[in-house]
């Protein structure tokens, strides 16, 4: 069953990783690309638009950049409310989807009590790392119901309007939304994979990270703000470069 499927990939100082994401999501059939970008200092929005211009008479999926409040939540609220489609995939500038996305999402929704989902996640550089980091998010996902937005989330756009969209949050936006999702209903726990970049836990290394990661999920379910955790994430990461 064909439906209508908006992208939008929220973008700040994305310059290093954005043509190819573009390039490899235009491809893949969607309605509608929208990069919400954040007020990027670098490239990514004069990348975009040259990408956008280049590709004005090809068969590729159309592109929009569209300014945002910074911030991923706001970003990703301001690409929803632009969209067109039934249905709303969320994707970080860093992350790309396997050739079938499309095929798989519609199949996936073909179900009328599915609300939405995620993907698997591999990531761009295979290691030992890597493979348990990955291992352990998709088990942790398929487990909880709750998903990151290193997972690709896609929601029906009705739905997504009744929940409010994203929270208007610094940390933990994806995680929030994802715990609403399933409240209602069904959501599709898709073995399929997304690639996504390893840097984050390369430049602390995976070990740190992986504990940093666990130490703000677990004060956020005990009630800590996003506030909060966000400005210990920053502290944390200011203090490991100094």
């Known amino acids: 069953m064909a439906m209508t499927i908006s992208v939008i990939i929220p973008t700040l100082n994305e310059e290093r990783t954005i043509m190819a994401t573009l390039a490899q999501t235009a491809a893949l059939g969607f309605d509608e690309l929208i990069v919400a970008d954040g007020g990027s200092s670098d490239e990514t929005p004069a990348l975009v638009e040259s990408y956008r211009h280049s590709t004005q008479s090809s068969a590729l999926s159309p592109i929009r950049l569209l300014p945002a409040p910074r911030g991923r939540a706001r970003q990703m609220n301001e690409g929803a409310k632009a969209s067109r489609g039934e249905i709303l995939l969320f994707l970080h500038a860093d992350t790309q989807l396997p050739g079938d996305a499309k095929t798989v999402i519609e199949t996936a929704m073909a179900r009328q009590d599915m609300v939405g989902g995620r993907f698997d996640v591999k990531f761009d550089r295979p290691s030992r790392w890597g493979s348990i980091i990955s291992s352990m998010m998709n088990w942790r996902s398929r487990i909880s119901g709750i998903a990151t937005g290193d997972q690709a989330l896609?929601?029906?756009?009705?739905?997504?309007?009744?929940?409010?969209?994203?929270?208007?949050?610094?940390?933990?936006?994806?995680?929030?939304?994802?715990?609403?999702?399933?409240?209602?209903?069904?959501?599709?726990?898709?073995?399929?994979?997304?690639?996504?970049?390893?840097?984050?836990?390369?430049?602390q290394g995976p070990l740190p990270t992986i504990l940093l990661m666990w130490a703000l999920r677990f004060l956020y379910w005990i009630g800590v703000s996003p506030h909060r955790l966000a400005h210990l994430y920053a502290t944390v990461r200011e203090t490991a470069r100094g």
């Open 154 to 203: 896609f929601v029906r756009r009705p739905i997504f309007e009744q929940m409010g969209g994203f929270a208007d949050v610094p940390l933990m936006e994806d995680i929030d939304f994802s715990r609403r999702l399933k409240r209602r209903g069904a959501t599709a726990a898709l073995t399929t994979t997304v690639t996504t970049s390893f840097r984050r836990w390369e430049q």
